[in-house]
């Protein structure tokens, strides 16, 4: 049973920043599958933003250099911070995690990047 409610979305514009928050009802301290997605209007959803196993960050290519994942063991929450933003990452960002070989999405938050 874990929960996962993001946080953070809203309206910007290009260039602008925005920080995204991800709150789990477990503890995510041995949580190595734990990352952020997303999934635009007509697209797939894919990984922005994740944690590897060996607790390094791995990011996709769109985002270097402006967007940096980040985690707060104590508190059970990983952040997104989104800078420079473009009207091409508009998307619904979702969180997620494996905890027990099943995999958990929190219901998404949307961010919108005006031109």
């Known amino acids: 049973q874990v929960q996962l409610v993001e946080s953070g979305g809203g309206l910007v514009q290009a260039g602008g920043s925005l920080r995204l928050s991800c709150a789990a009802s477990?503890?995510?301290?041995?949580?190595?599958?734990l990352g952020w997605y997303r999934q635009a209007p007509g697209k797939q959803r894919d990984l922005v933003a994740g944690f590897t196993s060996g607790g390094n960050t791995i990011y996709a290519d769109s985002v270097k250099g402006r967007f940096t994942i980040s985690r707060d063991n104590a508190k059970n929450t990983v952040y997104l911070q989104m800078n420079s933003l473009k009207p091409e990452d508009t998307a619904v960002y979702y969180c997620?995690?494996?905890?027990?070989?099943?995999?958990?999405w929190g219901k998404g938050t949307l961010v919108t990047v005006s031109s």
């Open positions: 477990i503890s995510i301290f041995n949580i190595n599958d």
């Open positions: 997620s995690l494996t905890w027990y070989g099943v995999g958990y």
